[in-house]
Nanobody, 113 residues
Framework: QVQLVESGGGLVQAGGSLRLSCAAS????????MGWYRQVPGKKRELVAR???????NYADSVKGRFTISRDNAKNTVYLQMSSLKPEDTALYLCTAESTIYWGQGTQVTVSS
């Protein structure tokens, strides 16, 4: 079992930046990958970015060039650096260990125009 705790969300103006962190209670090294998703009330949860154990990354088209996912296996932590934020990036951001049942509780990101 693993617990995932997100942090780093908040209120930011459009064009600003935030760095989200997802700290795992144990090693994430053996997971297939780690992902960041986001959810807005009334909408389907969507993939933002994921990083596989070999370092390969995937991004949603809407965040390419603005967001960067990274991982620090020694710290059991995954990061999401978000830049050039837009109001449409407003959502609850959740971390998951891909292909498992493990999800964090999320951290709210609100981008004002």
């Amino acid at each position: 079992q693993v617990q995932l705790v997100e942090s780093g969300g908040g209120l930011v103006q459009a064009g600003g930046s935030l760095r989200l962190s997802c700290a795992a209670s144990r090693s994430i090294f053996n997971f297939l990958g780690m992902g960041w998703y986001r959810q807005v009330p009334g909408k389907k949860r969507e993939l933002v970015a994921r990083i596989f154990s070999d370092g390969t990354t995937n991004y949603a088209d809407s965040v390419k060039g603005r967001f960067t996912i990274s991982r620090d296996n020694a710290k059991n932590t995954v990061y999401l650096q978000m830049s050039s934020l837009k109001p449409e990036d407003t959502a609850l951001y959740l971390c998951t260990a891909e292909s498992t049942i493990y999800w964090g509780q999320g951290t709210q990101v609100t981008v004002s125009s």
